[in-house]
């Protein structure tokens, strides 16, 4: 993870995903809290990104482990700031209590891979006070705050980024209580671009007929 967050780079995705952009500026213009990932460089970035229109990517080749680092971002989102035990002790979950908007666009996001990885993670917080109801209380709690998106094409993926202001207005949660978080944003690109190339080439193949019917 390290290796891949040293990779991190800045720049402007408006010509990519035009009012997509737009409604995650809109989400993200009053929120002030900072957002815990549980990944010390990535907070650093997202500390230093002042700008409501600022996107950090995250890049690498194949199996390198970019959702991994997702599912690690999106526990430490949605899971509670602190717990309160039975006996009224509270403990830090090193969490953000706020909601995870996820656009999996790559179509590998698997709740119960994260709902595990949430589990081994309170665990390991609440160390010997652990007990099962308590865990799946936390875990559920979290959970409530995933909000998962499918979009199967980059129309879909725009238009869903243009309707989430809209979406959380009327899920009944502040704008400032959520972060946007895509996987497999480049998923459509070879198929968009064959798309294009295939209209391209016939309409080049079909303007000399066309022309010659308008000699007759």
């Known amino acids: 993870i390290e290796r891949l967050l040293s990779q991190i780079k800045r720049e402007s995705g408006n010509d990519l995903l035009a009012t997509g952009v737009s409604a995650i500026s809109d989400l993200a213009l009053t929120r002030s809290v900072p957002v815990k990932t549980g990944i010390v460089l990535l907070n650093e970035a997202l500390s230093e990104a002042n700008d409501a229109t600022s996107i950090i990517e995250l890049l690498g080749t194949p199996a390198s482990g970019k959702t991994q680092a997702l599912y690690q971002i999106c526990i430490h989102v949605s899971l509670a700031q602190t717990a309160t ?42 160390g010997d006070q652990t007990d099962k109801e308590t865990v799946d209380g936390i875990v559920n709690a979290a959970l409530s705050r995933m909000h998962v998106f499918a979009p199967d094409s980059t129309q879909s993926l725009i238009a869903t980024l243009s309707m989430l202001p809209k979406y959380v207005a009327d899920s009944g949660f502040n704008k400032s209580q959520c972060v946007v978080l895509i996987d497999g944003l480049g998923t459509h690109f070879w198929y968009d671009r064959r798309a294009a190339n295939f209209v391209t080439m016939k309409s080049r193949r079909a303007t000399p007929a066309f022309r010659l019917q308008q000699l007759f």
């Open 85 to 126: 035990l039975q006996d009224g002790q509270r403990v830090d979950l090193g969490g953000s209590g706020l909601h995870a908007l996820f656009i999996d666009v790559d179509g590998k996001f698997d709740v119960h891979i994260l709902a595990q990885y949430m589990r081994a993670l309170v665990k390991d917080k609440l």
